[in-house]
């Protein structure tokens, strides 16, 4: 079964205290994605990766870093968390497509939500 | 600066058809596409259009017109699972997607 899986699901936490959200998928896939998504304001992209090694920066990339170190896993990496990072976050991972004629569908984790107090 | 549009909330009753519209104004266009998303769940693909035109797909179509930067999703049939929050996205850039703030649809028995 094709599969994004995150973790954790739910994790509260302190200012200034570095945690990790893992992201796994099982499709092979060459494109991944984070994401925060909050109240009004829809999905915003945190960074995104092309390949093993090759990661660029989305629209709300501050406070965040990632690495693809494998192709299946994404972590996201939040090294001293702040209040305003408190969101839900969803990692996606793209089908791969190669231009824009190609589906480009993306496939989501379940998502995490992350409280900084 | 770049930006979709769309309603935030529809209402409609089973078995009606409604239409979500979806403006855009981004610095690069490849495709524009549609997620859904239910209370508590992760947005699931819907469609996907890079060219003009109109998109069915089941109870579902989707439609782009590139020169007017609009498109809309159509849904027929509305059933109660429906009811959910509807994204449309566009993808701006070589995997950098922008996405529109969410359109709730309730649907009514």
């Known amino acids: 079964e094709a599969q994004v899986t995150q973790n954790p699901r739910y994790l509260i936490t302190v200012t200034g205290k570095k945690l990790t959200v893992t992201c796994s998928q099982n499709m092979n896939h060459e494109y991944m994605s984070w994401y925060r998504q909050d109240p009004g304001l829809g999905l915003r992209q945190i960074y995104y990766s092309m390949n093993v090694e090759v990661t660029d920066k989305g629209d709300v990339p501050e406070g965040y870093k990632v690495s693809r170190k494998e192709k299946r896993n994404f972590p996201l990496i939040l090294e001293s968390p702040s209040p305003n990072q408190t969101s839900l976050y969803f990692c996606a991972s793209i089908s791969s497509g190669t231009g824009g004629l190609s589906k480009n569908i993306q496939y989501f984790g379940a998502g995490t939500r992350l409280s900084v107090l | 600066g770049q930006s979709l549009e769309q309603p935030s909330e529809v209402t409609a009753v089973e078995g009606a058809i409604v239409q979500i519209n979806c403006t855009y104004q981004?610095?690069?266009?490849?495709?524009l596409s549609w997620y859904q998303q239910h209370d508590g769940g992760a947005p699931t693909f819907l469609s996907y259009n890079a060219l003009d035109g109109l998109e069915e797909t089941g109870r579902f179509s989707s439609f782009l017109s590139r020169s007017d930067s609009y498109g809309y999703l159509l849904l027929q049939e509305l059933q109660m699972k429906d009811s959910a929050s509807y994204f449309c996205a566009v993808l701006s850039g070589t995997y950098k997607y922008i996405f529109g703030t969410g359109t709730r649809l309730k649907v009514l028995a």
């Open positions: 981004t610095s690069g266009f490849y495709g």
